[in-house]
């Protein structure tokens, strides 16, 4: 028997950790059942959370640090109730929690110490020479695993066994039940684009899109088979030539599940959106509609050519034209990628506001082998985008997520904040949202304040009034200042 492991993971905090199905391992394993091996599944990743203690690279950071999943005991307490496999294969995501796949590996390790372990997934991929230094794997297959593994496992047991002539679905009946209540799924792999801070065509090389009769069968699959009715699209690239690929599927996705609903929660390409691929996201039932922008002046920094204002304002203008409320348009914003300005981002996060659709902050997370990546000598522990420095500290991204969500709760409730003019969203604007910083020239503070320039100029000279800002030897005024100290 093979046995397929997704290990538990240590981090400081992550949402719904225990709600992700690895389809990987899934994919890897659902490709050796076809090709006539018995397999099991063992997922260590339950909806457990504890407190444990952090490696020692991470001893002198902040905040607590869980143990998300199984613990030590209960994790080889679960493996000893498996009758030793021929192989263990072991999938790993994020790279900067490797020091939880080297644990599971030590720990699988105790308990069955003459099975081979190999080890696949993100973390593998991205830094295979680290993960064959570290993780204690006896192999380390690096990218797409379904081929790989098969030839491995033969070479190691003897066998024979060919690959399937098409792949499998991944093996969705491996999960345990809890983790069933929706389907992940993968229309293409992949993206057409390279940001400079991403790892896409790292893990795929490229863009790659599956057979529309094949999304369709997979969708009836789930659909039927195992009445799921929540569809997780996280596709990088999903509506890449959308009139002969997502059209074509959503078309019959639609007629033939009246009853699913689908999800877009890896950000949507902006310049991608049709009147017509967003009319039949509607009908698929997405909600919230999820974007990819960035702060807007760093985007081209990053090779994302295609985000600007204009443009994000026609994508919102078009998403309101096929059905789509402003307040269900989630915006997702990097925040701290190395090139990024304070200004550039709260500039960003205004323009979402003002359009009125919910501005998402993400920690910018470095990602070796990224044209971004410049930390080759850090442990891969402290790139963990919840320790990451930059733009906004790790206290000030936690008040500012606070406060934008609060604003666009007001405005969900109809309260708009942002552009509103009765008296009483007047004031709760003028409480809520400090105004731009206003500057004034020596000529228009006379003005402003009816005095002759000269006697603006005497008072500077005299020290009474203080330039908050000189360009040369052109002095400014910030005008709030100037109207809470009237100098005259
Ligand atoms: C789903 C997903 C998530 C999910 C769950 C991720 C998880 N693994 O826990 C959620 C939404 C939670 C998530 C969150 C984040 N994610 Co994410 N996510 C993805 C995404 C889109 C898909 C992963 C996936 O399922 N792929 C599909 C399967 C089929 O591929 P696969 O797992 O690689 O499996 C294949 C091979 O690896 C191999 N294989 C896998 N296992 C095994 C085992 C064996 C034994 C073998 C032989 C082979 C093998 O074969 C498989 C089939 O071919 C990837 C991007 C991508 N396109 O891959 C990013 C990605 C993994 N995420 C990334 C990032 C940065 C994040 C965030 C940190 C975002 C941020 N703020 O910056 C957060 C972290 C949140 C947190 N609180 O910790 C980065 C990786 C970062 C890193 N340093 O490792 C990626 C690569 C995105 C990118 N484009 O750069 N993410
Ligand atoms: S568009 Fe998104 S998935 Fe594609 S390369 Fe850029 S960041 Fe990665």
Not at 12 to 34: D, E, F, M, N
Request: proline share 5%; glycine share 6%.
């Amino acid at each position: 028997m093979i046995l397929g492991i997704n290990p538990f993971f240590d981090d400081y905090y992550c949402y719904h950790a225990y709600k992700y199905q690895p389809i990987g391992i899934l994919s890897v394993l659902a490709t050796l059942r076809s090709a006539g091996y018995e397999v099991g599944f063992l997922d260590a990743l339950t909806n457990r959370r504890q407190q444990t203690r952090k490696p020692k690279e991470l001893e002198n950071t902040e905040g607590g640090y869980y143990r998300y999943g199984l613990g030590d005991k209960a994790f080889q307490q679960a493996l000893m109730k498996y009758t030793e496999p021929q192989v263990i294969l072991m999938t790993s995501s994020m790279t900067f929690r490797w020091h939880s796949v080297r644990d599971a590996i030590a720990l699988t390790k105790e308990v069955f110490p003459d099975v081979p372990v190999v080890l696949g997934g993100i973390y593998a991929t991205l830094t295979y020479e680290h993960a064959l230094q570290h993780s204690g794997a006896d192999f380390v297959v690096q990218g797409p695993g379904e081929a790989k593994a098969l030839s491995l496992i033969n070479e190691l047991t003897g066998n024979k066994r060919q690959m399937p002539e098409t792949l499998p679905f991944w093996a969705f009946d491996l999960l345990p039940p809890e983790k069933r209540n929706f389907a992940m799924l993968l229309t293409s792999y992949g993206c057409t684009r390279n940001c400079a801070h991403c790892a896409s065509r790292l893990l795929y090389g490229g863009y790659k899109r599956r057979d529309v009769d094949e999304v369709i069968e997979e969708i009836d699959d789930r659909y039927h088979r195992h009445s799921v009715r929540e569809f997780h699209l996280y596709n990088d690239d999903l509506l890449e030539d959308s009139p002969n690929h997502f059209e074509l599927w959503a078309k019959e996705a639609i007629r033939r599940f009246p009853k699913a609903r689908f999800h877009v929660p890896n950000a949507l390409l902006i310049d991608q959106l049709t009147l017509r691929n967003a009319e039949l996201m509607k009908e698929l039932k997405v909600k919230p509609i999820v974007l990819g922008v960035d702060a807007v002046h760093e985007a081209e920094l990053l090779g994302r050519w295609w985000i600007s204002y204009r443009a994000i304002k026609d994508t919102v203008s078009l998403l309101e034209k096929a059905g789509f409320k402003r307040y269900d348009i989630k915006v997702y914003v990097h925040v701290s990628h190395p090139t990024q300005t304070l200004r550039s981002l709260l500039e960003t996060i205004r323009f979402l506001l003002e359009l009125g659709v919910r501005p998402a902050l993400n920690r910018f997370t470095p990602i070796p082998g990224t044209r971004l990546f410049e930390h080759q000598d850090t442990d891969l522990a402290l790139l963990n985008n919840k320790l990451y420095p930059g733009t906004v500290s790790r206290k000030d991204f936690g008040k500012l997520k606070a406060f934008i969500d609060a604003i666009h709760f007001l405005q969900k409730g109809g309260l708009d904040l942002i552009s509103g003019t009765d008296e009483f969203t007047e004031t709760a604007r003028s409480i809520l949202i400090p105004k731009r910083k206003e500057y004034l020239t020596t000529t228009q503070v006379a003005r402003y304040l009816g005095v002759d320039p000269s006697t603006v100029r005497r008072h500077i000279k005299q020290g009474k009034l203080i330039p908050a800002k000189r360009v040369g030897n052109r002095a400014y005024f910030d005008k709030s200042q100037i109207e809470k100290e009237l100098p005259f």
